[in-house]
Every structure is written in C-alpha cells, then in structure tokens.
C-alpha cells in the first residue's frame, strides 16, 4: 500500500519520522505482527536501530511515540535503502506536494 499526504511544513527529518508513523499505525490497524520499515533516512533507521542518540528536541517526541508504538509487533526491523533506490516513496511524496495549492 502506497500512501502520501500533506503534514505540514516541517523538516525533512521530521517529515521521515511522520511518515514512519503514519505506517506503523497502519500496520497496527492490519494487526501485524511482523513489520520492516524500509527508508532512505540514515539517520532515522540508525536511530531506530539504536546506532545513533536522539538528540534533536523536534525528534524527540517522535521517536518516544515511535519507540512506545513498536511495542505492539512481534518482530519489527528497520532496513535503509539509499535515496536513489527509493523511487517509490519519492515519487509518491512528489505527487502529494504537486496537490497542494501553494497560493493558499
């Protein structure tokens, strides 16, 4: 399932941890039990993963919600995939923000 939508202005790195949210409750709703987050943050898989600290205090709160909500799954990974093999998500993040009416 491919999803986008608009969140706002924000950061590029809060803007991945949004969207790795926004997943993850899918991924409650379908009752997973099993789930792989791929992304092309770095930083964010290597903060999941628990190679880097969070210390940014925008992030923060984001990676608490997100630590509280992989809780509920069984067995979750978080897997980086470089930018430029990440067409899909790139291109449906594209199509969102080409639906936004800018004059507003």
Known sequence: VEKGEYIGVATNNVAEYKAMLRGLEEASNLQASTVSVYGDSELLIKQMNGVYRVKHP?????????????RAFKNISFIYIPRDQNTCADKAANEALDQLDWRA
């Open 58 to 70: 925008n992030l923060l709160p984001l990676y608490q919600r997100a630590q509280s909500m992989i």
